[in-house]
């Protein structure tokens, strides 16, 4: 939260000034899209241990010590993927899952847990979950454990499309009607995570957490800024189609048609 005394964001108007805005606002310069990880552990040093090597791989990283307050962040945030202790206060890490699938949520699901019987993972897998590790682990298990399911959701798409936008995620370049937009790479990555939820309201908390990795409480103007460049870009004379439109008091939504 902003105190009386911090200065409000600075809005720039250049190339030149935008660039130096990304450097202010994004932790570290990544060209995609902030991956997001709630983990729900009541164990401490395991939640540290995990926030800690998670967020040094370039994740967002959340935690949450108990089961109901797990819930609570699971579906009231948007994350990609989230880990589950087996045995957690308030809701098991079962009933957790549970819960978590009933909300139409289809994000995977990984479970720590000290059971390893083959009724145990059945029973596991059954509740919802994607995977499961034994403690102890190794932490380099867990990663490349995680890593497989971001792969596998994401089903290694290379080339999004919205309208007549074309957008190439492996040589970073944006095509309209076959003629090359430039971005930033914030602009990119803004770009990607609304093709990403095309036809879908992304909230302006929701886009600053994702492409950003920041948690705003009040101010997000900047996110506006970075729409009105992208939207230039996107139709430099004004005779395109619209494709990115404004929820008032909301945020943003884009649309195809």
């Known amino acids: 939260m902003m105190t009386d005394t911090e200065k409000m964001p600075y809005i720039p108007h250049t190339n030149d000034e935008l660039q130096k805005v990304e450097t202010v606002f994004t932790i570290e310069n990544v060209l995609n899209e902030v991956m997001r990880i709630l983990i729900v552990e009541d164990e401490k040093g395991i939640s540290n241990f995990l926030k800690e090597g998670l967020?040094?791989?370039?994740?967002?990283?959340?935690?949450?010590?108990?089961?109901?307050k797990g819930l609570e962040m699971a579906s009231s945030n948007d994350y990609d993927l989230l880990i589950f202790d087996w045995m957690l206060p308030?809701?098991?890490?079962?009933?957790?899952?549970?819960?978590?699938r009933k909300l139409n949520?289809?994000?995977?699901?990984?479970?720590?847990?000290?059971?390893?019987?083959?009724?145990?993972?059945v029973f596991g897998l059954e509740a919802g979950a994607n995977d499961y590790i034994k403690k102890p682990f190794e932490f380099d298990e867990l990663l490349a454990r995680i890593r497989v399911q971001l792969k596998t959701r994401s089903g290694e798409q290379t080339v999004l499309k919205l309208g007549d936008v074309e957008m190439n995620l492996d040589t970073h370049r944006v095509f309209r009607n076959s003629k090359e937009i430039e971005l930033t790479p914030k602009e990119f990555s803004l770009l990607e995570y609304l093709i990403r939820n095309k036809e879908k309201v992304?909230?302006?908390?929701?886009i600053i957490e994702h492409v950003w990795d920041i948690h705003f409480d009040s101010d997000t103007?900047?996110?506006?800024?970075?729409?009105?460049?992208?939207?230039?870009?996107l139709n430099p004379g004004g005779k395109e189609k619209?494709?990115?439109?404004?929820?008032?008091?909301?945020?943003?939504?884009?649309?195809?048609?």
Request: aromatic share 10%; hydrophobic share 35%.
């Open 242 to 257: 619209e494709l990115i439109h404004t929820i008032r008091g909301v945020g943003y939504i884009t649309r195809d048609k």
């Open 90 to 100: 308030g809701l098991s890490g079962i009933e957790l899952c549970r819960e978590f």
């Open 221 to 233: 103007s900047i996110i506006d800024v970075y729409i009105n460049f992208l939207r230039k870009k």
């Open 202 to 206: 992304c909230t302006r908390t929701n």
């Open 105 to 121: 949520q289809t994000a995977p699901v990984i479970f720590l847990t000290a059971r390893d019987t083959v009724q145990d993972v």
């Open 55 to 68: 967020e040094e791989e370039g994740f967002a990283v959340d935690f949450a010590g108990d089961g109901r």
